[in-house]
T-cell receptor, first 110, second 114 residues
Framework: GQQVMQIPQYQHVQEGEDFTTYCNSS?????IQWYKQRPGGHPVFLIQ?????EVKKQKRLTFQFGEAKKNSSLHITATQTTDVGTYFC??????????FGSGTQLTVLP | DAGVIQSPRHEVTEMGQEVTLRCKPI?????LFWYRQTMMRGLELLIY????????DSGMPEDRFSAKMPNASFSTLKIQPSEPRDSAVYFC????????????FGQGTRLTVV
């Protein structure tokens, strides 16, 4: 079945440094979504990418969807302590179920 | 709308007891997902309903787990008998239509089996 892998699993950065997490799917995706989960919280939707090569920005966050629609990345510029949390990518499976990647846990040191 | 509502928020039970987790999806959403989250295994999809019908239950760990969706506004996930390794946070999420739209998660139920 479909597998969605994310790297790195953990990332510690100093406040102000950049951060990137990468997502790779074993199959071509019709779309990919990104979620953020704060410590002790629940996943919250950030964005969805649909088109091959698509790039979207939300303030300091930049999301990319690969040309082959099998990989994606999330880049945060100049991290802040409010960026702390786990970032997940998610893609639709063959039965339209939503399969989540393993997540990248971001720690921002003040 | 109050969002996806899960109950209870926390559950502590003894090994061997039956546990029932409840979820009320957002009104009008016709897809519902149950996920289990642990440090070791991350966010695992247990079962997926569409229009109250189970579509994919391949993630249900074993026969001790069962899920129902008797109507569009209510779903349950039952574990009988519970075991310590079932300790996790269980999330319910709903989607308006298909999986290419935003999923709305409940606050989760933190289950501890002792």
């Amino acid at each position: 079945g479909q597998q969605v892998m994310q790297i790195p699993q953990y990332q510690h950065v100093q406040e102000g440094e950049d951060f990137t997490t990468y997502c790779n799917s074993s199959t071509t995706l019709s779309n990919i979504q990104w979620y953020k989960q704060r410590p002790g919280g629940h996943p919250v939707f950030l964005i969805q990418l649909v088109k091959s090569g698509e790039v979207k920005k939300q303030k300091r966050l930049t999301f990319q969807f690969g040309e082959a629609k099998k990989n994606s990345s999330l880049h945060i510029t100049a991290t802040q302590t409010t960026d702390v949390g786990t970032y997940f990518c998610a893609g639709p499976g063959s039965a339209r179920q939503l399969t989540f990647g393993s997540g990248t846990q971001l720690t921002v040191l003040p | 709308d109050a969002g996806v509502i899960q109950s209870p928020r926390h559950e502590v039970t003894e090994m061997g007891q039956e546990v029932t987790l409840r979820c009320k999806p957002i009104s009008g959403h016709n897809s519902l997902f149950w996920y289990r989250q642990t440090m070791m295994r991350g966010l695992e999809l247990l079962i997926y309903f569409n229009n109250n019908v189970p579509i994919d239950d391949s993630g249900m760990p074993e026969d001790r787990f069962s899920a129902k969706m008797p109507n569009a506004s209510f779903s349950t996930l039952k574990i009988q008998p519970s075991e310590p390794r079932d300790s996790a946070v269980y999330f319910c999420a709903s989607i308006p239509g298909q999986s290419n739209t935003e999923a709305f998660f409940g606050q989760g139920t933190r289950l501890t089996v002792v």
